[in-house]
């Protein structure tokens, strides 16, 4: 992990497309700006995590009822 210092109003880039800058701090909370092409999806962790875990139980699912199927 590379862990970066930043003031307000200052940015980093990643991969040349990338621009998280950091647009305000209040304590221990910072609110963080994103610029990404469109077709790069930004989540917050805990929702991509929740993004995961429905794919994989509807394809576990989706598995289980084609398994049943061809078992008849």
């Known amino acids: 992990m590379l862990a970066l210092s930043r003031k307000k109003n200052e940015a980093l880039l990643i991969n040349n497309n990338i621009e ?3 647009l305000e701090i209040k304590g221990e909370q910072v609110k963080l700006g994103i610029s990404a092409p469109k077709d790069v999806p930004v989540y917050r962790k805990e929702v991509y ?3 995961q875990n429905s794919n994989k139980e509807a394809a576990d699912t989706e598995g289980m009822d084609a398994l049943k199927k061809m078992l008849g």
């Open 20 to 22: 998280i800058t950091i």
């Open 49 to 51: 995590l929740q993004i």
